[in-house]
């Protein structure tokens, strides 16, 4: 039941900028860390942000000041902002979350569908 859903993904020309959302539902306990992951064609899933519960963020250099990562737990989403979008960023991005849900006390490892993000002119 408990589901992760990235929104916000499409076009963009390069240098611009777009917000993808990550938001959790379902019987939800609580939601530890969570992150931003992408993969290109061709190339491996790739780390690309996370965030603590407290707020604590840690960034792949590729990404490190043009991203910002952020969440907000009483909407219990995560946010990434995307600036100065180069072509090389276009991937499906994909988030994940630690979550521990009511009906099972056990942390585990969740993550979204995925959106497509394309960076061209």
């Known amino acids: 039941q408990v589901q992760l859903v990235e929104s916000g993904g499409g076009l963009v020309q390069p240098g611009g900028s777009l917000r993808l959302s990550c938001a959790a539902s379902g019987s939800i306990f609580s939601i530890n860390d969570m992150g931003w992951y992408r993969q290109a064609p061709a190339k491996e899933r790739e780390f690309v942000a996370s965030?603590?519960?407290?707020?604590?963020?840690n960034y792949a250099n590729s990404v490190k000041g043009r991203f910002t990562i952020s969440r907000d737990n009483a909407k219990r989403t995560m946010y990434l902002e995307m600036n100065s979008l180069k072509p090389e960023d276009t991937a499906v991005y994909y988030c994940n979350a630690n979550i521990r849900p009511y009906s099972h006390y056990t942390l585990a490892l969740y993550w979204g569908q995925g959106t497509q993000v394309t960076v061209s002119s």
């Open positions: 965030i603590t519960g407290g707020g604590d963020t």
